[in-house]
């Protein structure tokens, strides 16, 4: 016999949608109207209402050519506009002590700095990390040189770094091969970079080497601006005076280079010349398109100087 003791009895007075199927055993089958829970229905109700209320006030239909305002008024572009007045408006002090000290003053004050290198940082990701790459790396493929480094090309000090912001550096490696319009034939551009490869420590020929010693002291007149030793136009001689830091050659003799060190790129480097721009960000020039303020300036460069290779 079947079970029956868990089927509803047929005189129950359940509230149904009056949709009925009949078994065969006389039980019918109904479709209860079971109504949801009140609470349910209440929070339903509340956020119609709420959609409703933030639709008229706040900025919600789309439109043709916008969008409704809002009878407050309010956008998330004005709530950050107002937001950054009330920040520029909290490092206001900040910013005056900053304008009113040297940079070496700055640089004495620790939490001054760390004010100065934090706003720098920001400054530096916007406008220098293009070319500089994040957190100054350099590039070597463009020749932009790196940042976090002691070796540097016109000076690493706060007043070359500023002076480097500032007004811009121009950098000049002129073609030696005669196909550039330099005056030396293949073989010579190899011995000159022979040369090279010896005073950097690196694997050469002894024997074009010194035929490249030769060149490099004399017809091409490469000490003049590298230095009798090839170290650099910041640390070097020529003819037994100091040279022009402002020249901008590197150093040939350590294992830092802006295009790279390998026999090919420095017989690259001598055959075709190279140039190099840095922008000047200062006022009354503008930099691709843009300029920074004094004060800009000022954490960009306690910036680049925090990074490990200021001297």
């Not at 949709?19 to 829970?37: A, C, I, M, R, S």
């Not at 060149?215 to 003049?224: K, P, Q, R, V």
Request: net charge negative.
């Amino acid at each position: 016999m079947q079970d029956h003791k868990n089927k509803i009895d047929p005189n129950s007075e359940v509230e149904t949608t009056g949709h009925q199927w009949d078994d065969d055993e006389g039980y019918p089958l109904k479709e209860f109207n079971n109504p949801l829970p009140k609470w349910w229905l209440y929070t339903f109700y509340a956020t119609i209402i709420w959609a409703i209320v933030y639709w008229v006030l706040y900025p919600a239909w789309p439109l043709p050519n916008g969008n409704t305002e809002g009878m407050l008024g309010w956008t998330q572009k004005k709530q950050l506009a107002e937001e950054i007045r009330v920040a520029k408006e909290a490092q206001k002090p900040f910013d005056n002590k900053l304008a009113s000290l040297s940079l070496e003053e700055i640089n004495k004050d620790n939490s001054l700095l760390q004010y100065a290198i934090s706003g720098g940082k920001a400054i530096f990701g916007d406008n220098c990390a293009p070319c500089h790459g994040s957190g100054g790396v350099g590039s070597k493929a463009h020749g932009f040189p790196t940042l976090v480094d002691d070796d540097w090309i016109f000076g690493g000090t706060l007043a070359d770094i500023n002076e480097t912001v500032q007004n811009g550096r121009t950098g000049a490696m002129p073609a030696h091969l005669e196909s550039a319009d330099g005056a030396f034939t293949q073989a010579q551009v190899n011995d000159l970079a022979e040369y090279v490869l010896s005073i950097s420590n690196q694997s050469h020929d002894a024997v074009k080497a010194g035929r490249g010693d030769t060149l490099f002291h004399g017809e091409a007149s490469c000490n003049a601006c590298h230095g009798d030793n090839g170290r650099g136009s910041l640390k070097d001689t020529f003819d037994g005076e100091r040279l022009d830091k402002a020249t901008g050659a590197p150093n040939l003799t350590d294992a830092v280079w802006l295009y790279g060190g390998s026999r090919e790129t420095i017989t690259q480097t001598i055959a075709r010349g190279r140039t190099g721009k840095m922008p000047a960000w200062g006022e009354g020039f503008e930099g691709f398109g843009r300029q920074l303020d004094p004060l800009s300036i000022k954490q960009v460069v306690l910036y680049v100087h925090s990074l490990g290779g200021g001297q």
